[in-house]
């Protein structure tokens, strides 16, 4: 995540929680004063690290996508990959857009 540059930073004196390294500033002040907090260094280490996984929850497999040809319950749009077989007779299926706005 690139930020502006005119994003607000604060002076602290604080050590990295991981690898002890001097932090003079931060992008945001500190309120837990027992929290760990990490060096600029440590955090892209671990944003790499997860980033390297290929997903946002670390070792998790990529989920198994079924190809279907069924109508979206809401709108009647097609929908041909979906995340589970569907049952016949089962409840009814919508697109991405219709299920986002159920939930709303």
């Known amino acids: 995540m690139a930020f502006q540059q005119d994003r607000q930073m604060y002076d602290v004196d604080l050590t990295c929680g991981k690898c002890g390294a001097h932090i003079?500033?931060?992008?945001?002040?500190?309120?837990?004063?027992?929290?760990?907090?990490?060096?600029?260094?440590?955090?892209?280490?671990?944003?790499n690290s997860r980033r390297d996984n290929n997903s946002r929850f670390g070792n998790r497999p990529q989920r198994q996508?079924?190809?279907?040809?069924?109508?979206?319950?809401?709108?009647?749009?097609?929908?041909?990959?979906?995340?589970?077989?569907?049952?016949?007779?089962?409840?009814?299926?919508?697109?991405i857009d219709c299920l986002k706005k159920q939930r709303a």
Do not use: H, W
């Not at 992008?27 to 944003?47: G, H, I, L, S």
């Not at 040809?69 to 589970?84: H, N």
């Not at 569907?86 to 299926?93: E, R, V, Y």
């Open 24 to 47: 003079s500033q931060l992008p945001f002040q500190p309120t837990d004063p027992d929290r760990k907090v990490y060096c600029a260094d440590c955090n892209r280490e671990f944003r």
């Open 65 to 95: 996508m079924y190809d279907v040809d069924v109508d979206c319950a809401g709108c009647g749009t097609k929908i041909t990959r979906l995340p589970f077989m569907p049952k016949a007779g089962g409840k009814p299926i919508f697109c």
